[in-house]
């Protein structure tokens, strides 16, 4: 089965600093790894996607993530925070073998920005 | 607007009422999903189509729900004796399938159930 640990249920930043938001994953196959985000009222939306090509994914709004297999990491990170990057954020992991896309969400980490 | 769009956003209902949500996907996505959210956890498989073909269901979804997508087009998902703990939001999401390992699901807004 597969499954998502969400290290940090919050994190805050002041705007202009680094954001960290730290993902492990399990998998019985080769995953593919997803980031979505949640602004209040509104849908989840997709950051970024990692489906086995290159390890180092760029996304949306200046945020990546890199795949590592060796620690089973997927963590999220930007360069410098903007008040408009406070949400939830959910680290997701897929697997194929269903025959479909079965997405298994992460419990979220809320990113709390401050001026 | 051309994004899933579900309706209605918000319901509140009384214990033992049935509930109908619809969800309306991206034009020739040929597979929906529904999933559930609870407060303070990331939403949750329930079901999924490829095109009218309702494919898999998750242990979540008890007897008291059912989901169609009647000519593959829009889906309904009807929780009949509602009860509290089906409190949540219900998302829906749709995809256009080409090749597997590249799909990507789309959400709509979700509609936020509330069960008095």
């Known amino acids: 089965a597969q499954s998502v640990t969400q290290l940090d249920s919050h994190v805050s930043v002041s705007e202009g600093t680094p954001v960290l938001l730290r993902c492990n994953y399990s998998?019985?196959?080769?995953?593919?790894l997803f980031w979505y985000v949640q602004h209040p009222n509104k849908g989840l939306q997709l950051l970024l996607k990692?489906?086995?090509?290159?390890?180092l994914v760029k996304g949306i709004n200046g945020f990546e993530a890199e795949f590592k297999k060796s620690e089973t990491s997927f963590h999220l990170t930007k360069p410098s925070a903007h008040m408009s990057d406070a949400a939830e954020y959910f680290c997701?992991?897929?697997?194929?073998?269903?025959?479909?896309?079965?997405?298994?969400f992460g419990t979220g980490t809320r990113l709390l920005v401050s001026p | 607007d051309t994004g899933v769009s579900q309706d209605p956003r918000h319901k509140i209902t009384k214990r033992g009422q049935n509930v109908t949500f619809r969800c309306d996907p991206i034009?020739?996505?040929?597979?929906l999903y529904w999933y559930r959210q609870t407060l303070g956890q990331g939403p949750e498989f329930l079901t999924y189509?490829?095109?009218?073909?309702?494919?898999?269901k998750s242990r979540l979804l008890s007897d008291r729900f059912s989901a169609e997508r009647p000519k593959g087009s829009f889906s309904t998902l009807e929780i009949q004796r509602t009860e509290q703990g089906d409190s949540a939001m219900y998302l829906c999401?749709?995809?256009?399938?080409?090749?597997?390992?590249?799909?990507?699901?789309?959400f709509g807004p979700g509609t936020r159930l509330l069960v008095l």
């Open positions: 189509f490829q095109n009218e073909a309702q494919l898999e």
């Open positions: 999401a749709s995809s256009l399938v080409l090749q597997i390992s590249q799909e990507t699901q789309y």
């Open positions: 997701v992991v897929s697997d194929h073998s269903t025959g479909f896309q079965k997405l298994v």
């Open positions: 990692y489906t086995s090509a290159a390890t």
């Open positions: 998998s019985s196959y080769s995953p593919s």
């Open positions: 034009s020739e996505h040929n597979r």
